[in-house]
């Protein structure tokens, strides 16, 4: 098997968006047979949703070191940014996260719960996929604070 260090850029976003895509499909399988059998489904689900979301973790971690250290061509980079940045996938994650809060929040029924669940994980992956893709921020443009007059006005004190 082949570390994730060697996988290129858009393995590493499919390992991620997969990861999450894998919790969410465990959530809803286990959701219908959760009250009853409580004490097989929840330490299953439990074990496998940590372990998909520290492999979307570490997935998203290593794009995002490949992303900063330049291990990939900038074609590479720039064509997954051009996905990721897109208005499209800004508009899944938002409709995700609203139907994340519609569903899991005010709900009393177990199913719907975990379909809110099923429903939050994938755009979690969507949005670790984002950060790790997003440029670089140049701090040699950022102002330094420490070297700006002190403020004042003449209209201080007035009312």
């Known amino acids: ?10 393995q590493l976003a499919g ?17 219908p047979s959760f009250r009853h059998h409580l004490a097989f489904w929840l330490p299953l689900t439990l ?4 372990a998909d979301f520290w492999l ?3 997935a998203s971690r290593e794009l995002k070191h490949g992303i900063e250290t330049e291990h990939w061509p900038a074609e590479q980079i720039e064509k997954l940014r051009s996905i990721v940045g897109s208005p499209f996938v800004f508009a899944l994650m938002i409709i995700l996260l609203i139907a994340y809060i519609a569903l899991a929040i005010p709900s009393h029924h177990p199913t719907a719960r975990a379909i809110g669940w099923a429903i939050y994980m994938p ?5 670790q996929l984002c950060i790790a893709c997003r ?9 330094d ?7 004042q006005s003449e209209h201080w004190g007035n009312r």
Do not use: V
Not at 47 to 50: E, K
Not at 123 to 127: G, H, K, N, P, V
Not at 135 to 143: G, H
């Open 47 to 50: 074990a496998i949703c940590a």
């Open 123 to 127: 755009s979690q992956a969507l949005m």
């Open 145 to 151: 604070w420490r070297s700006f007059e002190p403020i």
């Open 1 to 10: 098997m082949k570390r994730l260090a060697d996988l290129s850029p858009n």
């Open 15 to 31: 390992l991620t968006m997969l990861s999450g895509i894998l919790t969410a499909s465990i959530f809803l399988i286990s959701a």
């Open 56 to 58: 979307m973790m570490q």
């Open 135 to 143: 440029r670089p921020q140049n701090t040699s443009e950022l102002a």
